[in-house]
């Protein structure tokens, strides 16, 4: 369904990000990757990616807490694979602690990241949507762009940020033929999530099992996390023409978190 166009994922060297670009390369998109890991596993991953799927695989080290480099991750992949018609903002991190003892610096991390880099990589690869007229452009915010929870002001205000720039962005394009979305998931067992899980069952002096179990029965209705997997067949489906006129939607992936 998407062969011939190429795709670059944000954080893709783990969690959602990895599921949602091994969905679009079963698809028959090209890719390309990023995020932090150690280069002997990212170059596996890429390897395998490439081999499992049949398309290319190209991966940018990129730090999505910095413009510039942001900028010329889109230059590259647009200039080694022709164009960059598919982007998923998706890298992201978390940090939890009452807003007056958050410190500065995560503050400023978490904005830069989780919402500025998705602002940089945008500017950057509309123009060449544009020239095609063809593209999708894919925020991964969070149920927590809808609603808040304590303790994460910083990731709650990013991910608001997501989806407002995502409304922003799918009204300057109304009259072309791309698209900006944002997916709002609810808990994936991710390592971003497993840390959550970790540090509430240390300080509830409790068994991770339980921890996790309650993080859910808190939040999440169906009792179940959502999967990389399913969050990569609705990246998918984004990018199919029996969605383009989905613009500026949050659609959520939540086990009925924000239905409440
Ligand atoms: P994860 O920790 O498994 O993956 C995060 C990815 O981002 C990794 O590939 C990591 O290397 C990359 N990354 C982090 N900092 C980076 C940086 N400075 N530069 C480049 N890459 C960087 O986490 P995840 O749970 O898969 O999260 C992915 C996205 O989904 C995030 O935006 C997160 O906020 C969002 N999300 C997660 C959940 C959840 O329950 N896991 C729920 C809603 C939204």
Redesign the pocket.
Known sequence: MLKGKTALV??????????IARALAASKADLII????EADAIEKLRSELAEEFGVRVLYH?????RPAEITAMIEYGANALGSIDILVN?????YTAPVEQFPADRWD?IIA??LS?NFHAIAAALPRMRERNWGRIIN?????GLVASPAKSA?VAA?HGVVGLTKAVALETAQTGITCNAI??????????QKQIDDRAKNASIPVDKARQLMLAEKQPSGE??T?EQLGQVAVFLCSEAASQIRGSSISVDGGWTAQ
């Open positions: 944000t954080g893709s060297t783990s969690g959602i990000g990895l599921g990023n995020g932090l890991g080290g990129a730090d999505m807490s998706n890298a992201g991190i978390q991390a990241i989780n880099s991964v915010a969070s149920a927590h990731y991910k709002c998931p609810g808990w994936v067992l991710t390592p971003l999530v996390f959502v990389p």
